[in-house]
């Protein structure tokens, strides 16, 4: 399988399964519509009619020889190698914990997946005891696994910040005992960090994550206080502040977009230029009768603007500064391991969410689901066979990815959006899928263009 596409007046060929990336000219671009599995010996003599008002047969003929010999070497049109251990799949320990250490927020974004915060279940906080049992949970539940992770959501989970320091304490007395590597991540949406917090954070979180949406007006408009005031100028000076004292610990700013900001290019330049290098703004997918709903008659736009985000951050690059948005990250070299390309995050398999009351679900975007309640920490309950069927969801047991050039790069997708917008883990959801395409499209074009600059 082949995918071809043009990004900043350049010809790309992505060959699928070695994820081999070939930077092309406008005849091999064209000459590839008529080209077909298996190759033959000679050039298809409808691709030389065809093609003959636009270029000299010889060069026609010399371009298909080129491919052929590609072919023959395995590094265009190659066999598929991943499905067969997509096919021997199976579970895996946990390695991940999701706490959701306070389903309440001090905010209320419009589009809140969480019910603004609550999960439609009731505002309440996690107990240390509960903590606790989750932590308990994550050791038994990850077998050998020595490398474990550890995210404080919500909600805000600085609500409940001194149940947090203590499961963080309990956490590194269970780490020793028994030999494992607790890396932590909090997510807030920084109201109410000071110092003390803050200081807190850069020692014990491995990774930090930063709400906000952009510039202030865009921000303002959605994420909101709870009596209905804008907050961006309540966290950005303390998310600077933050930030000036992580060191080399990871950290990042994750904004979101709706209909309201489809310019959102102007978002993460917004965030730039407060200082911020490190940089997510992802879709908002919610029901098509919201008002800020993303539909398939904004994807144009949001191709446009995508395109137009990889072109302010070729000038940034080209500056010799240094800026990352998340979605443009692309390694071409190596990449995820193959578990990742087939089943991406884990959900409900290697990846759990703990709610405040110790109930367990695949994820976070799926607590409050009922159906997709697993157990729960203080009875020691945990439905296996939930977990071997989130196990064996993967980009062969999807029909619509099976057949997506780009499933290697997304993995088949959001386990979540697939259920709340098509009402199956399997089903996938397209308008997602659409968005990511164009997304991977130029993440490897912007990666290949500075691997050509590197090489000459």
């Not at 800026?323 to 070299?333: E, K, R």
């Not at 064996?392 to 780009?406: F, L």
Request: proline share 3%; charged share 30%; aromatic share 12%.
């Amino acid at each position: 399988m082949i995918h071809k596409f043009i990004q900043n007046g350049m010809y790309f060929v992505l060959d699928v399964n070695s994820g081999g990336v070939h930077v092309i000219d406008e005849l091999t671009y064209d000459l590839l519509d008529y080209v077909t599995e298996p190759l033959t010996d000679e050039c298809p003599e409808a691709a030389v009619r065809e093609l003959l008002g636009k270029y000299p047969e010889e060069d026609i003929r010399e371009v298909y020889a080129e491919l052929k010999s590609l072919a023959d070497d395995k590094i265009l049109f190659s066999e598929d190698d991943y499905e067969k251990y997509a096919q021997t799949s199976v579970a895996s320990p946990v390695k991940a914990l999701c706490l959701l250490i306070s389903q309440d927020c001090n905010m209320r974004c419009d589009y809140c997946f969480a019910s603004k915060g609550d999960y439609g279940k009731g505002r309440m906080l996690m107990s240390f005891e509960t903590g606790k049992k989750a932590i308990d949970f994550l050791i038994e539940k990850s077998a050998n696994r020595k490398a474990l992770e550890i995210d404080f959501f919500g909600g805000e989970p600085l609500m409940n910040f001194e149940v947090v320091k203590q499961v963080v304490e309990y956490a590194r007395e269970q780490e020793k005992l028994h030999d494992k590597n607790i890396k932590f991540t909090l997510t807030t949406n920084g109201i109410l960090l000071n110092d003390e917090i803050t200081e807190f954070l850069n020692k014990e979180m491995y990774n930090v994550v930063l709400s906000v949406d952009g510039r202030r007006e865009i921000n303002d408009r959605v994420r909101k206080t709870v009596n209905g005031k804008g907050t961006y100028d309540i966290f950005i000076d303390k998310y600077k502040k933050l930030v000036a004292g992580r060191g080399d610990k990871d950290w990042y700013v994750r904004g979101t977009f709706t209909k309201y900001n489809l310019d959102f290019a102007e978002d993460v330049m917004s965030l730039y230029n407060e200082g911020f290098e490190q940089i997510s703004v992802e879709p908002v997918m919610s029901p098509e009768t919201e008002p800020y709903a993303i539909t398939a008659a904004d994807l144009p736009r949001i191709f446009e603007e995508y395109d137009r985000l990889a072109n302010k951050i070729r000038e940034i690059t080209a500056q010799g500064k240094f800026i990352n948005f998340f979605h443009f990250m692309m390694d071409l070299d190596q990449g995820p391991c193959v578990i990742k390309r087939l089943k991406g995050c884990g959900c409900g398999n290697e990846y759990v969410a703990i709610s405040p009351d110790g109930d367990i679900y695949p994820c976070h975007q799926f607590v409050g689901i009922d159906d997709y309640k697993m157990g729960n920490v203080h009875d020691g309950s945990f439905d296996t066979a939930m977990k071997n069927d989130f196990a064996s969801a993967h980009v062969y047991s999807k029909p619509a990815c099976r057949d997506c050039w780009a499933k290697f790069y997304c993995s088949g997708g959001c386990n979540a959006n697939n259920y709340l917008y098509k009402g199956d883990i399997r089903t996938s959801h397209e308008l997602s899928c659409e968005i990511e395409r164009h997304r991977v499209e130029c993440a490897i074009a912007l990666k290949a263009e500075k691997l050509l600059d590197s090489a000459e």
